[in-house]
C-alpha cells in the first residue's frame, strides 16, 4: 500500500502534519497505490479534495470550512466514507 498526499495552500505547517496523518489512517487498511490532494482557494472558503486510487478509482469532494469539513478527523471521515473498502480475493 502507498499513499501520496499533496496539501496546496493550506497555510499552516501543523494542520498540514495532522491532515497527513488522518489521511494515513483512512487509507491504511486499503490495497494500492493511493493520491490524495487537498488544494485551498483565495477566491473561495472551500478547499477541494481529489483521491484517486487503483482500477481507476477517482472521487472529488469540496470540503466547506463553514460545516467544518477543514478539520483533519472530518477528513479522515469523509475519505472513509468515499473509498471502497478492500475487495476479498
Do not use: K
Not at 9 to 30: K, M
Not at 58 to 67: D, F, Q, V
Amino acid at each position: 500500500m502507498g499513499v501520496s498526499i499533496e496539501l496546496q495552500n493550506l497555510g499552516d505547517a501543523q494542520l498540514c502534519r495532522e491532515i497527513t496523518a488522518q489521511v494515513e489512517h483512512a487509507l491504511s487498511d486499503r490495497q494500492g497505490a493511493w493520491r490524495v490532494s487537498i488544494a485551498a482557494s483565495r477566491a473561495s472558503e472551500n478547499w477541494e479534495m481529489r483521491i484517486e486510487g487503483p482500477h481507476g478509482f477517482e472521487r472529488s469532494y469540496s470540503l466547506a470550512g463553514s460545516a467544518g469539513e477543514h478539520q483533519p478527523e472530518a477528513i479522515r471521515r469523509l475519505i472513509a466514507q468515499l473509498v471502497p473498502p478492500n475487495r476479498l480475493p
